[in-house]
């Protein structure tokens, strides 16, 4: 079977959609040989997906076609039927407009839907594109896979869909977070000059994800321990920057952005802990990165995260300050408590290994009628 996949996320975006997008094309092709695997992408970026020989990749060649690439993308269904596409995956909340026109049938991938939750983080204009560009994708799709029960949830309600034509499939963690580079770690910890108890957040700075609720508490418990944030940085940031000022934090608060996969895990591994206490999520992949790679989570008991978490991290209220440093607390001054949650986490984390997650979209792939 040849299986499209809509893959512009798996080669522009570092984080988030781009993370799904590769660790489900590279857990198809170690766990699935039945299949060939033909990527469609307006954009390669070489330093994202690095596995590219294993795939079969068209994106535009004509400088007209890459002036439009987003045309490209949307457009130009007849392209599959070229390529003998047997089943196209959208892997980001859409599907190219005349999909369902070609006789091809088609499954999309639905992560949250955010802009609907909290519309105000979203312009308007945008909020109407996404609205419409998912839409179309849940009506056209023959199947639809939510990444959480609270996914399927929020399509069920805001789009009023039969339940049965959606599929929970959790997403996996890439491997790499079951193996950390303990040596790499080492290296790290002296050139971003590190102690080995610092706090890991890890995620786009936005107002979303909350990161000021953990400066407040680090502030407010008196904590000397260095929070390393990893992300994209956003406007935000001028926010987290003026609290750290205000509060001379600025030699115990680092930001970090664009490492490698590796170089991630390794942090993983060599923090005290890790804190996601974000507003909403549609899954929160970094809580199980966190886990597989052995640093205990602290979590918000919002959303999808306790879903996620499974009881294998400590939970708070988003913005319960106090509640954060006392959780804080338990990772950074009882040894005993910490390694227990080690424990429970990477058991937690293993259940979202990359073979079992392949297995689950063979079954799903092969149920749909060609």
Known sequence: MRIGFDAKRAF?????????????????????????LVLYTPEIKTHLLKEQERFEIYSPEKSLAKIFSPVWRNFGVNRYKKHKISLFHGLSNELPKGIHKTGIPSIVTI???????????????DRKIYYSK????????????????QTKDDIIRFFGLNPEKIEIIYQPVSGVFFNPDISLGEKLLEKYSLRPDFILSVGTLEPRKNQ????????????????????????????LDQ???????????????????EELAALYKMAACSVYISLFEGFGLPVIESMASGCPVITSNVSVLPETAGGAALLCEPGDIDGLVEN???????????????????????????KDFAVKMALLYNTIQI
């Open 328 to 354: 804080m607390k338990i990772f950074l001054e009882d040894y005993r408590e910490r390694i227990k949650w080690i424990e429970k986490g990477f058991e937690r984390a293993s259940l979202f290994n990359s």
């Open 212 to 239: 000021l609720a953990i400066l407040k508490a680090l502030q407010k418990g008196k904590f000397n321990n260095q929070v390393v944030f990893i992300g994209k940085q956003q406007s935000y940031k001028n926010k």
């Open 243 to 261: 609290f750290i000022a205000e509060n001379k934090l600025e030699k115990q608060v680092i930001f970090l952005h664009n490492l490698q996969e």
């Open 111 to 125: 992560h949250d839907l955010i802009f609907l939750r909290f519309p105000g983080f979203y312009p308007y204009i």
């Open 134 to 149: 998912v839409k179309y994708a849940c009506q056209s799709a023959n199947k639809i896979i939510a990444i959480s029960q």
């Open 12 to 36: 522009v975006n570092a984080s988030g959609l781009g993370n799904y997008s590769r660790n489900l094309l590279n857990a198809l092709y170690l766990h699935s040989n039945e299949y060939q």
